[in-house]
């Protein structure tokens, strides 16, 4: 069973958060983080042993990218392409978040 782990930024640094780990920690950053840059820990890794969230942009063995994202239509993440190579950035720091 994979961890239920959740990242977001506050003050423009990232935070990371363990669903497991309920004391201040897991409160105060869902009192103070930016809503719109958080996203769940899919429980995959990439080539080199990073964590890959919710938000990612991750390149395939085909030298393609992809966005990881949650659909509720089929309750799991979508955009993972055949081969993952390495997280290459992610959509709220490569991309501008609307207001």
Same mark, same amino acid.
């Given at each position: ?55 990612? %942009? ?9 966005? %990881? ?8 993440f979508q955009g993972f ?9 992610? %959509?709220?720091?490569?991309? %501008?978040?609307?207001?």
């Amino acid at each position: 069973m994979r961890p239920i782990k959740y990242r977001g930024k506050i003050d423009s640094k990232w935070w990371y958060v363990d669903f497991r780990n309920q004391d201040g920690d897991w409160a105060q950053f869902w009192a103070i983080v930016d809503e719109r840059t958080v996203g769940e820990f899919t429980g995959i890794l990439d080539k080199n042993g990073r964590e890959i969230y919710e938000g990612d %942009i991750v390149q395939g063995s085909k030298d393609d990218c992809y966005i %990881i994202k949650w659909d509720e239509s089929s309750v799991g993440f979508q955009g993972f392409p055949f081969g993952i190579q390495e997280v290459v950035g992610n %959509i709220y720091e490569n991309y %501008i978040l609307p207001d």
